[in-house]
Structure formats: C-alpha cells, structure tokens
Nanobody
Framework: QVQLVESGGGSVQTGGSLTLSCVAS???????AGWFRQFPGKEREFVAS?????????YYADSVKGRFTVSRFNSKNTVYLQMNNLKPEDTAVYYC??????????????????WGLGTQVTVSS
C-alpha cells in the first residue's frame, strides 16, 4: 500500500497562502487523490479531489471553492493543495489520501484505514 507524507503546513494570517504537498512512496498515476481536513473534536471532512489523469477533473467542498486548487505531478508521485485567501475557519490538520476510484475519495473516504500524520494549518485573524 502506498504511504503518504503531507507537508507544507504552517501559521499564516487571514488572507495568506500556503501550498501543501503530499508525497507518495510509490506511483500514484493510477489513483485518484484527495485532500481532507480535521478540526479538533470533529470528524475528518472532504476538501478537494482530483482524478488520476494529469489535468484531470477536480472537485471542491463549497467552503474552499474559489480559494483552494488541487493539482498533481504524477512523475513526482506528488499531489498539491494551493490554498489562497485563508480564513481562521480553515485552521485544521490537513491529510491526503489516494484510491483507485474517484468516487471513494469523495464519498467513501471515511472507510480508509490508512492515513498519514497530516500537516497543521493555523490561520490567525
């Protein structure tokens, strides 16, 4: 199973930007990918997904639409999340995951048992 390592989190002020990276231990070109986040005491929630093809279709949670952009660089086994115009309500631990099926990334991610450590994003007002 592919291991995933998230990085790029940090502390920024409202309106700032961060780019998160998710590096996989193996090839991901046959996998859809997604970003998720978890607030303290809450369940993990979906943030964004991208289909397995370069330039593939993307899908975003309403709360981040227009501010976040997901992309992938298959030759580097890496998925990115560009986050602009950050808000305090974006403060969370961010995780990535992959699945052969895009549907599972969007609708069935709660059934995934293997997650990385995530990366903390903190946005101050």
């Amino acid at each position: 199973q592919v291991q995933l390592v998230e990085s790029g989190g940090g502390s920024v002020q409202t309106g700032g930007s961060l780019t998160l990276s998710c590096v996989a231990s193996g090839a991901i070109d046959t996998y859809a990918a997604g970003w998720f986040r978890q607030f303290p005491g809450k369940e993990r929630e979906f943030v964004a997904s991208i289909s397995r093809y370069i330039g593939g279709s993307t899908y975003y949670a309403d709360s981040v639409k227009g501010r976040f952009t997901v992309s992938r660089f298959n030759s580097k086994n890496t998925v990115y999340l560009q986050m602009n115009n950050l808000k305090p309500e974006d403060t969370a631990v961010y995780y990535c995951n992959t699945d052969p099926k895009l549907h599972n990334i969007i609708e069935e991610f709660r059934n995934h048992h293997s997650w990385g450590l995530g990366t903390q994003v903190t946005v101050s007002s």
